[in-house]
């Protein structure tokens, strides 16, 4: 069977224009495709040799895209030859097969999240209401699994972060901070736990991950060879594995450069040997 190629996308695959990083003069920018439209205005983009190795990926069929995102949320992002056959949303809470949610995956999951940890109203209950802190500007639901607030870290002391984190963490919840959003997700609720059902359900004996953020963690650890971006959460707490590798490049062209490196790795399935970071 052929491998898995599963892979994050907000800061991996796909970037928001404060997120790209681009080194070098405005006339030696990459060309970038628009991958995200929201509200009528572009929002995410990704180089288009990153769009033209995911059309390679996603023709044959390896290509599973792995997102923190909600269904929602997910559907707004456009890549190459969508409907891909599988993808993971809302932190492994939903499988999408073709599109459409896999109702056996949501009740297995709700059955498994049951009394492995606090409920969404407990941890809910920990994070101020916005009005009340000056950090907290929203707080959002994502399928009813997991919530995340926008904040201003300027006015977030990382005390209180890690207050709020160590109160989560005792409740068997994960914290995981990217740019304007504070995710607060059940530890049990994984990428890595969907992309073994997938694995299972498809008879691939093979996974290459790529991810950027604490949420990715579990799914590099468990794939089989894994390259994360040089900057987001990972990269700032200095994450190193074995079997991981870290790009060269940083922002959108660690996009393109993890694209290119799934792609090899698909080519010539052979564990490449790690490069430090
Ligand atoms: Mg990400």
Redesign the pocket.
């Known amino acids: 069977m052929p491998a898995i190629v599963a892979s994050?996308?907000?800061?991996?695959l796909i970037y928001s224009a404060g997120a790209l990083m681009l080194d070098g003069t405005d006339a030696e920018a990459p060309l970038l495709t628009v991958a995200e439209v929201y509200n009528g205005a572009p929002l995410s983009y990704l180089t288009r040799d990153a769009e033209d190795g995911l059309e390679r990926l996603a023709e044959r069929g390896v290509f599973v895209p792995v997102t923190t995102r909600t269904v929602a949320q997910y559907r707004r992002v456009r890549l190459p030859r969508a409907p891909h056959d599988w993808a993971v949303t809302t932190n492994g809470g939903v499988i999408l097969h073709r599109g459409e949610p896999d109702a056996d995956w949501t009740a297995t999951v709700a059955a498994r999240l049951e009394h492995a940890c606090a409920p969404l109203a407990e941890i809910e209950a920990l994070v101020p209401r916005p009005g009340d802190h000056p950090a907290f500007l929203r707080l959002n639901h994502a399928e009813e699994l997991f919530v995340y607030a926008i904040i201003d870290r300027a006015n977030l002391p990382a005390d209180e972060l890690s207050a709020l984190t160590d109160a989560c963490e005792a409740r068997g919840w994960t914290v995981s901070l990217?740019g304007r959003k504070l995710y607060l997700v059940p530890s049990p609720l994984t990428k890595s736990a969907a992309i073994a059902e997938i694995a299972a359900r498809t008879g691939a004996d093979r996974v290459v991950a790529a991810?950027?953020?604490l949420l990715?963690l579990d799914l590099l650890r468990y794939a089989d060879a894994a390259i994360r971006p040089a900057h987001?959460e990972l990269h700032d707490a200095g994450i190193t594995l074995p079997h991981l590798e870290v790009t060269a490049a940083r922002g959108v062209m660690a996009g393109q450069e993890i694209v290119e490196r799934l792609v090899a790795a698909v080519d010539a399935p052979v564990v490449a040997a790690p490069v430090a970071p």
């Open positions: 994050d996308l907000d800061r991996t990217q991810g950027d953020s990715d987001g």
